[in-house]
């Protein structure tokens, strides 16, 4: 048995009999006007974070969502999309899927604005979508990328990025690890299949997203996740795990490479109203503004005494340079 077919088997499982423990997500459960979200739902939350943000919910857009869990967050797009098929959601997992029929009945008594059909369920690979090219606004997992190995990580983001229209979004929630981890956590199958071992670092997360061609990538959130100890894991010494909410942009490629917010800002304290790097950046005199690491390093290499760069607080959340 493979690694892929474990998670198959956990999750399976999961869908016929709901698992609190399975995840952790630190997100507070939505609460928006006429929103309302089944217990069950609720109890087949198997993300480690959040990928609905309003902000990119605008104009009725296509969505995606890779990996159903028990539908909260199909239930949640629905409430920015109520139409038809607006939302798709795929998964391979045959329980997983009609668990998730099950629940939006329940939505549907609870929420008197829901209806089923906007959801479209599809039974699907994370590797071969099926979905066209070109025809999603706003693509997004929750606690999945993190269950692949590198070769099949690489094949699933690409997918998402082929259905991506231009300028769509890639929103995801995946546990992190700035730590080595060993090979007997790295090699246990249900361990991966728990988002726990397959964690990456955050710079090999975000050179994943930009070589498969994503221009911006923004860091939205970063948070404590799960320790991995020595008494309970195979490792002599605690692991820290973290959880990040990023959202991946197509857009170009700038020629000087991807733009990378992971929460810093410049500020401006010269003599000045203002000051202009001639290069598309504007620092109004005491006004933080968000950049990019890129700009950042730019704006660093000028050596001046009058502005001033935080450190990335991996919070990002709009506006800005770029």
Same mark, same amino acid.
């Given at each position: 048995?493979?690694?892929?077919?474990?998670?198959?088997?956990?999750?399976?499982?999961?869908?016929?009999?709901?698992?609190?423990?399975?995840?952790?997500?630190?997100?507070?459960?939505?609460?928006?006007?006429?929103?309302?979200?089944?217990?069950?739902?609720?109890?087949?939350?198997?993300?480690?974070?959040?990928?609905?943000?309003?902000?990119?919910?605008?104009?009725?857009?296509?969505?995606?969502?890779?990996?159903?869990?028990?539908?909260?967050?199909?239930?949640?797009?629905?409430?920015?999309?109520?139409?038809?098929?607006?939302?798709?959601?795929?998964?391979?997992?045959?329980?997983?899927?009609?668990?998730?029929?099950?629940?939006?009945?329940?939505?549907?008594?609870?929420?008197?604005?829901?209806?089923?059909?906007?959801?479209?369920?599809?039974?699907?690979?994370?590797?071969?979508?099926?979905?066209? &090219?070109?025809?999603? =606004?706003?693509?997004?997992?929750?606690? +999945?990328? %993190?269950?692949?190995? *590198?070769?099949?990580? $690489?094949? /699933?983001?690409?997918?998402?990025?082929?259905?991506?229209?231009?300028?769509?979004?890639?929103?995801?929630?995946?546990?992190?690890?700035?730590?080595?981890?060993?090979?007997?956590?790295?090699?246990?199958?249900?361990?991966?299949?728990?988002?726990?071992?397959?964690?990456?670092?955050?710079?090999?997360?975000?050179?994943?997203?930009?070589?498969?061609?994503?221009?911006?990538?923004?860091?939205?959130?970063?948070?404590?996740?799960?320790?991995?100890?020595?008494?309970?894991?195979?490792?002599?010494?605690?692991?820290?795990?973290?959880?990040?909410?990023?959202?991946?942009?197509?857009?170009?490629?700038?020629?000087?490479?991807?733009?990378?917010?992971?929460?810093?800002?410049?500020?401006?304290?010269?003599?000045? &109203?203002?000051?202009? =790097?001639?290069?598309?950046?504007?620092? +109004?005199? %005491?006004?933080?503004? *968000?950049?990019?690491? $890129?700009? /950042?390093?730019?704006?660093?290499?000028?050596?001046?005494?009058?502005?001033?760069?935080?450190?990335?607080?991996?919070?990002?959340?709009?506006?800005?340079?770029?």
């Amino acid at each position: 048995m493979n690694y892929l077919e474990t998670t198959h088997n956990l999750y399976k499982e999961a869908a016929l009999t709901p698992d609190i423990g399975l995840c952790c997500t630190t997100n507070p459960i939505w609460e928006l006007p006429g929103l309302k979200i089944p217990k069950i739902m609720q109890e087949m939350n198997y993300g480690c974070g959040s990928t609905v943000h309003p902000r990119d919910l605008s104009n009725n857009p296509k969505i995606l969502y890779v990996g159903v869990g028990g539908g909260m967050e199909l239930l949640q797009f629905s409430y920015f999309s109520r139409q038809k098929n607006g939302v798709i959601g795929v998964d391979i997992v045959d329980e997983m899927l009609e668990a998730s029929r099950k629940n939006f009945k329940e939505s549907e008594i609870l929420n008197p604005w829901f209806k089923s059909e906007f959801v479209d369920l599809r039974k699907g690979d994370a590797l071969s979508l099926p979905v066209e &090219d070109n025809s999603i =606004d706003v693509a997004a997992q929750n606690c +999945l990328f %993190n269950i692949f190995k *590198a070769d099949d990580l $690489k094949q /699933a983001i690409a997918e998402m990025y082929r259905v991506l229209k231009p300028y769509g979004r890639l929103v995801m929630s995946d546990p992190t690890c700035e730590q080595p981890m060993n090979d007997a956590l790295r090699n246990d199958d249900r361990l991966r299949a728990l988002c726990l071992s397959g964690s990456l670092p955050i710079k090999d997360y975000v050179k994943m997203l930009t070589d498969a061609g994503f221009g911006t990538i923004e860091i939205r959130a970063r948070k404590p996740y799960r320790i991995l100890d020595p008494k309970n894991y195979p490792t002599n010494e605690l692991i820290y795990i973290e959880s990040i909410e990023v959202a991946a942009i197509k857009d170009p490629m700038p020629e000087d490479g991807p733009c990378v917010f992971t929460g810093k800002a410049a500020i401006y304290f010269g003599e000045n &109203d203002y000051f202009d =790097d001639k290069k598309g950046h504007v620092l +109004l005199k %005491n006004q933080p503004l *968000a950049i990019c690491d $890129k700009t /950042a390093n730019v704006l660093a290499s000028l050596n001046r005494d009058d502005i001033f760069i935080s450190e990335s607080t991996f919070h990002y959340d709009g506006g800005g340079c770029c």
